[in-house]
């Protein structure tokens, strides 16, 4: 049963197919850490075109896995998309990096990748 993520809403995009489900794992597994690292680097560097364009393109997966961080992956994404160089959010960023990285872990181990 995994800790760090949810199948739900995969299974049922799936309509239950295991290999679909497999493969949307795969798909996650190449593209959020690769994005999540993007944000790694934009956020501190204060680019905030970068900074959205990657929030942007994980939000659907994000949300697909249910991590559980899509409000602040928002905040992230919007602080790139408002040039909000007043605000601080470098804890958002954490929370988000922190979950991917658990799901990524767990997923990899659950589905042998």
Do not use: C
Request: net charge negative; hydrophobic share 40%; glycine share 4%.
């Amino acid at each position: 049963m995994p800790q760090h993520y949810k199948l739900d809403r995969v299974r049922e995009m799936a309509d239950n197919d295991e290999d679909f489900v497999a493969a949307l794992a795969a798909a996650f597994i190449e593209e959020v850490p690769e994005d999540a690292e993007r944000l790694r680097k934009s956020v501190p560097e204060g680019d905030f075109y970068e900074t959205y364009q990657a929030a942007h393109k994980m939000k659907p997966t994000i949300d697909l896995f249910e991590l559980g961080v899509l409000d602040k992956l928002i905040e992230v994404q919007d602080w790139g998309k408002f040039e909000q160089s007043d605000n601080n959010i470098e804890a958002q960023l954490q929370i988000v990096l922190s979950a991917v990285e658990s799901a990524t872990n767990e997923i990899k181990a659950d589905f042998g990748l």
